[in-house]
């Protein structure tokens, strides 16, 4: 694949790697590099995602442009006379637009990457300017996320609001998948909805553990809880709450000497200001390994979204014992009891919460086979060789 030329288009910066998405886009960026690839990448800039700490590589050319993309009233507001989804068409950016046009102007490309939905308004650029072979790297099923999210929705303002948002938001995904040349997705269980309306050619190219296993240094000497994850992603804050609500405060109550710690970026009111028996909320962290090294069972206990859960498979890389919902392991092919815990109640959750407690050797032996999962099944190597189909 030496000498092959791809450009990666990128709704967020790939680093630093603060969460899933970025993590799902650095991946692909360096695979492509390990292939001998010359790499292109332009990526948007935001107040949520800023950019630093980009590698060096003399086949890459990295750039991020600054954009707004924030959600505003008046926008918003403005977007109903129209017939574009507000949560794609606040990506719609003319300087970025201006940044492909002209890096199409002075090279041509092998392959070009659309990473996921919120960069699918270039396409027709790429196409005018572009004879490249294009593949939308999907993330997740956008959709079915806010399907989830309009259920939970009590207000009958902004319930109507979004539901015509989910709407166009469906239209626009679905449209986009017949569009493109390609289509790689995070997930096979993504994919095999995806199949049901595309004909497009269609491949899973999952994430990977690092070629050397992140280093599994467990410095923790007592069973505690914890969950790791990006608060400012609504799935992500909707679970803790549901947590704290529902399990956590009488879980806590039967055994006073537990401890839960939460970490995480763009935490909200709701959260960092909850009182909580037993609760340390250590807002976001440095490094994510040296936070999960530090304590015992992870948590996840996610009731909406798609694609992969990139944190579930660091903690299998790292020894963890986890306890989560039967949709956070979607894609990842875990067997309950063996190397993972699952929980899908309240009382599922105390329940396997308590077994943590009363069988600290099970919780090892689970932490133990989840490791041994993830190092087989997570590899670079599978995922090389599925972007080397792309390339051909």
């Known amino acids: 694949m030496e000498g092959k030329k791809v450009l990666i288009l990128a709704h967020k910066p790939a680093y630093p790697k603060i969460d899933g998405g970025c993590v799902a886009i650095s991946q692909v960026l360096e695979a492509f590099l390990d292939l001998g690839c010359d790499v292109n990448f332009l990526g948007m800039e935001t107040k949520k995602h800023p950019s630093k700490n980009t590698i060096e590589h003399s086949k890459l050319k990295y750039k991020t442009i600054p954009v707004n993309t924030g959600l505003h009233f008046w926008s918003a507001l403005k977007n109903l ?7 794609l068409a606040r990506f719609s950016q003319q300087t970025f637009e201006q940044e ?67 709407n166009r938001l469906k239209k626009e995904e679905l449209k986009f998948w017949k569009e ?32 050397n296993p992140l280093k599994q240094k467990d410095q ?25 609500e529902n399990v956590w405060t009488g879980f806590n109550l039967k055994n006073p000497e537990t401890e839960f710690h939460i970490a995480g970026r763009g935490m909200n009111s709701s959260i960092l200001d909850t009182n909580r028996r037993g609760l340390h909320n250590h807002k976001e962290v440095a490094d994510a390994a040296k936070f999960i090294n530090a304590h015992k069972i992870m948590l996840v206990p996610l009731f909406s979204g798609s694609g992969i859960r990139v944190k579930i498979i660091e903690g299998m890389a790292l020894g963890k014992c986890i306890i989560c919902t039967s949709l956070a392991t979607e894609g990842i092919k875990t067997s309950n009891l063996e190397n993972i815990l699952i929980a899908n109640t309240k009382e599922e959750f105390i329940e396997q919460m308590q077994f943590c407690l009363n069988e600290p050797k099970r919780v090892a032996e689970i932490g133990g086979f989840a490791r041994e999962f993830a190092i087989a099944n997570f590899s670079k190597t599978e995922v090389s060789l599925q972007l080397k189909n792309l390339l051909r």
Request: glycine content about 2%; proline content about 1%; aromatic content about 14%.
């Open 100 to 166: 492909i046009i002209c890096t199409l102007n002075k090279q041509s490309f092998d392959l070009i990457i659309f990473e996921s939905l919120f960069t699918s308004s270039y396409l027709d650029i790429v196409k005018k300017y572009s004879q490249a072979k294009t593949i939308y790297r999907s993330h997740n099923i956008e959709h079915q996320i806010w399907e989830t999210q309009l259920l939970e929705e009590n207000n009958i303002f902004r319930k109507s609001y979004l539901k015509l948002q989910v």
């Open 81 to 87: 006379f129209t017939k574009d989804s507000y949560f």
């Open 220 to 244: 923790s000497d007592k069973v505690d809880f914890f969950h790791l994850g990006a608060m400012d992603w609504q799935p992500n804050q909707q679970a803790i709450s549901w947590f704290l």
């Open 180 to 211: 493109v040349d390609s289509i790689a997705s995070i997930s096979e269980k993504d994919s095999k909805h995806i199949r049901l309306h595309t004909k497009k050619e269609l491949t899973t190219i999952g994430l990977y553990c690092k070629n």
